[in-house]
């Protein structure tokens, strides 16, 4: 199995930048993902890295250090509507079955 | 438009009854996943499957059943031997031409 390990919570002003970090242990790493969930609603999907190094779309970047077993999600002119929760999820290539194990989740609140 | 549909969003059951939470897709997904989600907790995983008529057991589906007789559906039991069966039950599928799971909106079942 994988340990997956993230902060409870953050809070960060609107307009600023903040870093979510992960780390993880596991022994067949295959890909690393960040999904967002506002609360009551399902993860929707924002970023996916199987190799070392920052993957950027737009306002949301992820950084990989397979290394390390460390993962990042950076969040850059932070709006109100960024409040949600930030999950970070594993996939292990043990057993053949490529299954993602999630961390329980950074809450993150955005205030003016 | 393709999706993942969970239905009903909201579902109460009396405590010691069987009930069974719906999980359509028709994104031609092979596999097809259901989490569980308490406060706290994160996404815990009751069951998956890889292919049409077979499914395998995930961290806690002790009290669960699911069958999975077509492609596009993968239907979620709830029996009356789960301890604590009121959560937020999240349902998901993912293919071959991208790593990452599209999610259901959910179903938040309440046992009273």
């Known amino acids: 199995g994988q340990n997956i390990d993230q902060p409870t919570e953050m809070t960060a002003t609107e307009g600023a930048i903040v870093q979510i970090n992960c780390t993880y242990q596991t022994s067949g790493f295959n890909g690393l993902f960040w999904y967002q969930q506002h609360a009551g609603e399902a993860p929707t999907f924002l970023s996916y890295n199987v190799l070392d190094g920052l993957e950027e779309k737009g306002r949301f970047s992820s950084f990989l250090s397979r290394s390390k077993g460390y993962s990042y999600l950076l969040l850059k002119e932070l709006q109100m509507k960024d409040s949600a929760s930030y999950l970070c999820a594993v996939r292990d290539r043990g057993g053949g079955s490529y299954i993602p194990t999630f961390g329980r989740g950074t809450s993150l609140i955005v205030h003016p | 438009d393709g999706g993942i549909t969970q239905s009903p969003k909201y579902l109460f059951r009396k405590e010691g009854q069987n009930v069974t939470l719906s999980c359509e897709q028709n994104?031609?997904?092979?596999?097809m996943y259901w989490y569980r989600q308490d406060p706290g907790q994160g996404l815990r995983l009751i069951y998956y499957?890889?292919?049409?008529?077979?499914?395998q057991k995930g961290d806690i589906a002790e009290g669960y059943s699911v069958s999975r007789e077509k492609k596009e559906s993968f239907p979620l039991t709830v029996t009356s031997a789960q301890k604590n069966p009121t959560a937020f039950y999240l349902c998901?599928?993912?293919?071959?031409?991208?790593?990452?799971?599209?999610f259901g909106q959910g179903t938040r079942l309440t046992v009273v």
């Open positions: 499957s890889q292919i049409v008529n077979d499914f």
């Open positions: 998901a599928s993912s293919g071959n031409n991208s790593p990452e799971a599209f």
């Open positions: 994104l031609n997904h092979d596999a």
